[in-house]
Nanobody, 123 residues
């Protein structure tokens, strides 16, 4: 099983930037596809971005495309989510996730999850 720990969340004004990090350890962390999901109060957890094990394939939700960038450093077993031009509607708990196969936008395809990190964007 892969263990995941997120960091980097916080408070920022609209238009600002944050970078989230997810440190992975355990089973084949460097060969797992990774994903970021988010959950706002009263809403279901939703897909944000995903990256393949070697970083060659990325996918984004339409709501963040052009503003967020997912990347990974396999030497450090860390995945990043650079978030620019943040909007109040980006406010949510952000979760890192892992799966042993290719990229996926589906929450149910992931078998490892971090504890989440809060991102708050004020208007």
């Amino acid at each position: 099983q892969v263990q995941l720990t997120e960091s980097g969340g916080g408070w920022v004004q609209a238009g600002g930037s944050l970078r989230l990090s997810c440190a992975a350890s355990g089973r084949t962390a460097s060969t797992s596809a990774m994903g970021w999901f988010r959950q706002a109060p009263g809403k279901e957890r939703e897909f944000v971005a995903t990256i393949s094990s070697r970083g060659g394939v990325t996918q984004y939700a339409d709501s963040v495309k052009g503003r967020f960038t997912i990347s990974r450093d396999n030497a450090k077993n860390t995945v990043f989510l650079q978030m620019n031009s943040l909007k109040p509607e980006d406010t949510a708990v952000y979760y890192c996730s892992a799966r042993p196969y290719g990229t996926s936008r589906l929450l149910g395809d992931y078998d490892a999850w971090g504890q989440g990190t809060q991102v708050t964007v004020s208007s």
